[in-house]
């Protein structure tokens, strides 16, 4: 199964994070496993939004700090 480009970053994103060692899967369903790490990640930052009461800037600010490369603005971007 091809994932697009936004599941697989999701899914980096979550294995960068050591998500995946946590994440147990049943061996029918390895196929898809990328794809649920994919899910796992969304709904997890999806928690976190609602339980900070629906602050963007707080997920915001814990989204940087988990991954400030995804973060820095492009080149020549001001």
Known sequence: MQLAASSLSRS????QMGWDKLFMVAPPLLKHSENMLAELFEAVWGAVYEDCGAKDHVVRECYVKCFPERCKAPSGAE
Do not use: K, M, T
């Open 12 to 15: 980096e994103d979550a294995q």
